[in-house]
């Protein structure tokens, strides 16, 4: 073998590492955008699925809320109703004393 051989061998041999490197660069790009991808894909599920737990939950706090509110309100009606009856049942107590207590001035 010559030396023109061997320098032409060595040159595509070295073309060869070049055009291997260059591939190799290529696949561990195409590697690493698939795994950024798939990193994505990981996080808008995890995310969409929080999400989903918290809308549930906040929707659950806000049912208690509304009952809670509801019960309260309930509660509060009843005894409006219950102060105006009494009230009313004192209404005539009320309307006798004053009655009386106007008779007994006059009549003083």
Do not use: P, Y
């Not at 660069?25 to 698939?34: D, S, T, V």
């Not at 509304?66 to 209404?91: C, H, I, S, Y």
């Amino acid at each position: 073998m010559g030396k023109a051989d061997i320098l032409r061998q060595i040159k595509d041999a070295e073309e060869k590492v070049r055009s291997l490197t260059k591939e190799a660069e290529e696949k561990r790009r195409q590697l690493q955008a698939e795994g950024k991808r798939a990193a994505i894909l990981r996080t808008d599920g995890a995310e969409a699925t929080l999400r989903k737990q918290l809308d549930a939950r906040m929707a659950e706090a806000q049912s208690r809320i509304d009952q809670k509110k509801r019960t309260v309100l309930a509660e509060g009606e009843k005894k409006a109703a219950a102060l105006a009856a009494t009230a009313q049942n004192r209404m005539g107590t009320a309307k006798e004393f004053v009655l009386s207590e106007f008779e007994r001035t006059i009549d003083a």
